[in-house]
């Protein structure tokens, strides 16, 4: 079975911190994802990553970046956590073919008071 | 544009069938995904069309139209834990970007 774990279910800070997303995928998929999720919004994409230290913008990558240096861990970071940066994070992973799935973690809820 | 359509809401009663609809665009066009996402947990993967046509996979079936840029994701017998939001989301990667173009997803609320 395909595992996608997330450092934290859930996560509050303050505006202003830095925070750190971990996402870890045991399964050596080539490509990670790290989506936002807010309700009437949906799921949108802020990066992605296809190889090691490769990353791509993904719709809304402002105020977001990223880094992959394994293969198997792709880390979002919030340089200066803002309030309209509360939302639902959820990392996704998936093998480099045309029509594979992505298969989710379960997700971080963070709350930026 | 890169949009992907389908309802908001729905809702159906336990032991009836329901069909959620997807529209899309076409161009660029390899496949289409439907997911299934209940409340506060992620999305798991429902099904994946490439061809035109239905494909059954036990109570839960999905029909793609190509021509059409249309799907539906159909779900028969439904059960109180069939309540959750569907997604549908195209398959428009090619070399290197590997995004998926996702609708918002379609709340289906089974009632008893």
């Known amino acids: 079975d395909v595992k996608v774990t997330q450092s934290s279910r859930y996560l509050v800070k303050r505006t202003g911190e830095k925070v750190f997303l971990e996402c870890v995928q045991d399964?050596?998929?080539?490509?990670m994802f790290w989506y936002r999720q807010d309700p009437g919004l949906g799921l949108r994409l802020i990066y992605f990553?296809?190889?090691?230290?490769?990353?791509e913008k993904g719709d809304i990558p402002e105020g977001y970046s990223v880094s992959r240096e394994k293969k198997e861990r792709f880390s979002l970071i919030l340089e200066s956590a803002s309030t309209n940066q509360t939302s639902m994070y959820l990392c996704?992973?998936?093998?480099?073919?045309?029509?594979?799935?992505?298969?989710f973690g379960p997700g971080t809820r963070l709350l930026v008071l | 544009g890169q949009n992907i359509d389908q309802p908001t809401e729905m809702t159906a009663t336990e032991g009836a069938i329901v069909q959620i609809n997807c529209t899309y665009q076409?161009?660029?066009?390899?496949?289409l995904f439907w997911y299934q996402q209940h409340a506060g947990e992620a999305p798991t993967f429902l099904s994946y069309?490439?061809l035109d046509g239905l494909e059954e996979k036990g109570r839960f079936s999905s029909f793609l139209s190509r021509s059409k840029g249309y799907s539906y994701l159909l779900l028969k017998e439904l059960q109180m834990k069939d309540s959750a939001s569907y997604l549908c989301?195209?398959?428009?990667?090619?070399?290197?970007?590997?995004?998926?173009?996702w609708g918002l997803g379609t709340s289906l609320a089974v009632n008893p």
């Open positions: 996704a992973s998936s093998l480099s073919v045309r029509g594979e799935t992505q298969y």
């Open positions: 399964m050596d998929h080539e490509n």
């Open positions: 990553s296809y190889d090691v230290k490769m990353k």
């Open positions: 076409t161009s660029g066009f390899n496949g």
């Open positions: 069309n490439v």
């Open positions: 989301a195209s398959d428009r990667t090619a070399g290197n970007n590997r995004k998926l173009i």
